[in-house]
């Protein structure tokens, strides 16, 4: 399976909307993303204008946004950046307007690459297929959005749309979804099941889209598609969403510092003896690291794993009174044991 990927990131376009940042900022963050995987940043024209006005030149991987518009077409490009992302709505499927069109003719006298985003549904009757396989040769259009914006569709369906979509249309496809019913990222590996290598998404799933770091770490050990993953994307992705105010959960997936806690004694057990069982991959693939909590569910085997990673060494006999006290402490403290406790009541079941 070809693993050539682009993640067109909505994080950036995100953080320079909703806030505002310096020069610096703004690099640090751009850079820490495309760290991540293969980025293609989409801004708004406005956006867009502010960074260049405030120096920041390269426009490599930065598509510009736009309204159907030669006007802005041509200003992009003047601008230096050769990527355009021009928005129409569903209707103007059947009839391309004259604004739309005018947009389109520039940006191909320009020899722009051209994504064309359709809004306002993703079902498409086979008439508008036509008429969109025309557009697409007529304007030498790069790639088509295909937009669920709403959220109205499955994973399954996702994919079987998509495949058709794909079948139907002579460019490469794009898939852009949101997050209305929680099933966005499984509509992103949908969507790259079906074939589509480019996707929107954005950084701990900012502003609805889906997470990157799913859909990157879904694609590689779900899809198994060959795909790099940096070993400190928990601490890039934290990075990332501290400069846009917000924190990550600890149980927040692929990313949260609590996702590879186990207090159970059959996990404990488990994960000692086989941790896939329990962890589809290594704590320190994303730079996290195993965390054994001692509580209320804890088992013999939690207790001699714990005290093993502090080289403590007890007898068995005295695992099992340690256990009760664990248990009972746990129970009465509302909450798991900590370090500190464990060692008093290892002292004093040995005692």
């Given at each position: 399976m070809k693993a050539d990927f682009t993640f067109i990131d909505q994080t950036l376009g995100y953080a320079l909307e909703k806030q505002s940042m310096d020069t610096s900022e703004f690099l640090d963050i751009k850079r820490k993303i495309a760290a991540i995987s293969h980025i293609l940043f989409d801004l708004s024209l406005k956006s867009f204008l502010t960074v260049l006005y405030d120096g920041v030149a390269d426009a490599t991987d930065i598509r510009v946004c736009i309204q159907p518009d030669a006007g802005q077409v041509e200003q992009v490009h003047q601008l230096g950046c050769d990527h355009i992302k021009i928005t129409i709505t569903h209707d103007a499927v059947k009839k391309m307007p004259v604004p739309a069109a005018a947009a389109l003719r520039q940006a191909q006298a320009r020899e722009m690459t051209v994504a064309l985003h359709i809004t306002g549904g993703c079902q498409y009757s086979a008439f508008e297929l036509r008429r969109l396989d025309r557009t697409v040769k007529k304007y030498d259009i790069h790639s088509i959005v295909f937009d669920d914006e709403r959220g109205e569709l499955d994973p399954i369906t996702t994919y079987q749309n998509l495949l058709e979509f794909q079948q139907a249309i002579p460019c490469l496809v794009e898939y852009y979804g949101k997050n209305r019913l929680g099933l966005v990222t499984g509509n992103a590996l949908g969507a790259i099941q079906s074939g589509v290598r480019c996707l929107a998404v954005s950084v701990g799933g900012v502003s609805g889209y889906p997470a990157l770091e799913e859909v990157l770490m879904g694609a590689l050990y779900l899809l198994?598609?060959?795909?790099?993953?940096?070993?400190?994307?928990?601490?890039?992705?934290?990075?990332?969403?501290?400069?846009?105010?917000?924190?990550?959960?600890?149980?927040?997936?692929?990313?949260?510092?609590?996702?590879?806690?186990?207090?159970?004694?059959?996990?404990?057990?488990?994960?000692?003896?086989?941790?896939?069982?329990?962890?589809?991959?290594?704590?320190?693939?994303?730079?996290?690291?195993?965390?054994?909590?001692?509580?209320?569910?804890?088992?013999?085997?939690?207790?001699?794993?714990?005290?093993?990673?502090?080289?403590?060494?007890?007898?068995?006999?005295?695992?099992?009174?340690?256990?009760?006290?664990?248990?009972?402490?746990?129970?009465?403290?509302?909450?798991?044991?900590?370090?500190?406790?464990?060692?008093?009541?290892?002292?004093?079941?040995?005692?």
């Open positions: 198994k598609f060959p795909l790099a993953v940096p070993n400190n994307l928990a601490a890039c992705c934290e990075e990332i969403l501290h400069y846009l105010g917000q924190s990550v959960h600890t149980t927040k997936p692929i990313i949260g510092s609590s996702i590879f806690a186990h207090e159970s004694g059959i996990h404990v057990d488990g994960v000692n003896k086989k941790s896939d069982l329990y962890e589809p991959f290594t704590p320190e693939t994303v730079g996290l690291s195993r965390k054994i909590i001692i509580g209320k569910h804890s088992g013999k085997a939690s207790i001699e794993f714990k005290l093993k990673e502090m080289n403590i060494f007890i007898h068995p006999v005295v695992v099992q009174t340690v256990l009760e006290k664990v248990r009972s402490l746990a129970i009465g403290q509302k909450a798991p044991v900590s370090d500190v406790q464990l060692l008093e009541l290892v002292h004093e079941a040995a005692s």
